[in-house]
């Protein structure tokens, strides 16, 4: 297998803003935003490739995910984000093959998982942030390239004669697009299967006209046309937005974040890690202080209001955790503070959704969830006195792969549900986490929204809202063998078995997306017939032929 680990980073972080930005330029004209690709060859995160063609990395991709937030945030009056590229007869070539074959299979892995997150960032913004997405496709699109177009509302592209739309990942590479691209073709653009078939095993694509017959793109036109028409249409596409026509918005500042050999400190947020145990505890406090109750407090506030600075912090640690933190395996997920003061920003969020700014927050804090879930570490809840798992904060809990509760009775120690427990904040299956926690009893989520009074370690257990209550004797032995054993299982199988178990229910698009990465792609990354000595990937921009074991497994 092809590894070459100065390919990957030894640290990486997350945070970007647009003045740092080397690979897109953002621009903003009254309610459409144009985001421009313009990938900088030589400003890869490794030195060890060259991003050519538009080809991005994972820096490139943190840059993209962080502009798709601030236009959220900090510009209400956008209604539409044109994506498109400044470089003459190219709009992408996808992720580059020479850090893809040059990183070990675990960055291969969590890059798609991240690229994949921010594309559903982008479809999430289309569905509930009345945001629409417009691809200007004005040249080749190939790749991760063309499945950044197909998280896009609609495509439009180029008919020049040359610049088509393809995905050469397994005519090419020997292994599957990344980042959703089969799935969203056949799902999302209802691609005919037997024309996907085809389309898939095509190195040099699909142009022109039949692009437009086959469903791949939304509409072509020739290159005197192109801009006039992919503005036309961006503003009829703005047209359709419930977003205010004008701002302020809320500015995103700076994290700030103390960064140790063992640990990642936040103002609501901290991470510590024990590297003998190859655990980690991940804690959240529940905010202090008064908190604003109106929107035009929200605003006034800031970053720094609790719910969107403390989730921003969980899941910049989560990202930490997830590439720079590899052999960390479990991760004991803590919360300390008054869980009134978790509930009563709950409220205010409830009964202010529909401000566009409120909304805003209300699904960042979904993502970021969803980002816990598609996780590959194994998450305990430990509920002690103290803690302040309510609400939206008990969503981590239930998020946990197990949750123990400490049964004493000389220390209070309970959690509370809120309205934040019953659907603002539902799972990729679409489901809340309630709902997918009694798939099979669904008559107990509305009893146990009904309690209105904080469950204790019995109430909890009877009402199967935690996994374990242990008495004060067995406390410590029982969370102290819980973790201890979880470390001594192959982490190959705790991710399948995780990845198996979280999402019952429907299946959806979201869910089919990061099924098939976690379960197929992972197997074919690591398949002789791509990464081998004579792989697919291996072979590729070496004149070298790939040679396969033809055997089907």
Known sequence: MATATTTTPASVTFERSPDSYRHWKLAFDGPVATLSMDVQEDAGLSPDYKLKLNS???????????????????????????????????????????????????????????TNETRLAMEDASENSGIKFLAALNGICAGGGYELALACDEILLVDDGNSAVSLPETP??????????????????????????????????????RAVEWRLVDAVYP???????????AQELAATSDRPSSGPGMTLRPLDVTVTADAVTYSSVSLEIDREKRAATLTIKAPEGDQPTTPEAILERGDQFWALRAFRELDDALLRLRLNEPLIGTVVVKTSGDAAAVLAVDDTLLRHQDHWLVREIMHFMKR??????????????FIEPGS?????????????????????????????????????????????RLHTRFL????????????????????????????????????????????????????????????????????????????????????????PNSVGEQGALTAYGTQKRPEFDFNRT
């Not at 020997?174 to 024309?195: A, F, I, Q, W």
């Not at 290159?223 to 249409?233: C, G, I």
């Not at 999402?503 to 197997?523: D, S, V, Y």
């Open 56 to 114: 991005y990395d994972l820096g490139v991709d943190i840059e993209l995910a962080d502009a798709i937030q601030r236009i959220r945030f900090e510009h209400p009056e956008v209604h539409t984000v044109l994506v498109t590229s400044l470089k003459e007869r190219i709009f992408c070539a996808g992720a580059n093959i020479f850090m893809l074959r040059g990183s070990t299979h675990a960055w291969k892995v969590n890059f798609c998982k991240f």
């Open 223 to 233: 290159t005197s046309q192109f801009k006039e028409r992919v503005a036309k249409r």
């Open 368 to 381: 970021t969830l969803k980002r816990m879930d598609l996780t590959s570490r194994s998450f305990f809840a």
């Open 440 to 527: 099979g009893e669904p008559a107990r989520v509305d009893e146990v929204l009904a309690e209105k009074e904080p469950f204790d370690a019995m109430a909890a257990i009877d009402a199967g809202l935690v996994t374990f209550a242990p008495d004060e004797l067995d406390w410590d032995d029982e969370v102290r063998l819980a973790v201890e054993g979880r470390a001594a299982f192959s982490p190959d199988a705790l991710t399948g078995m995780e990845a198996n178990l979280r999402f019952a229910g429907p299946e959806t698009m979201e869910t089919k997306i990061f099924g098939r990465l976690t379960a197929w792609q992972n197997w074919i990354f690591i398949r």
């Open 172 to 209: 090419l590479l020997g292994v599957l697009p990344g980042t959703g691209g089969l799935t969203r073709v056949v799902d999302k653009r209802k691609v005919r299967r037997d024309l996907a078939d085809f389309f898939g095993t095509i190195a040099e694509g699909v142009r022109g006209k």
């Open 388 to 432: 302040c798992f309510a609400g939206s904060l008990f969503e981590l809990a239930l998020a946990a792969d197990r949750s123990y509760m400490l049964d004493d009775p000389d220390q209070p120690n309970t959690i509370a549900l809120s309205g934040m427990n019953a659907g603002p904040l539902p799972m990729s299956n679409g489901l809340t």
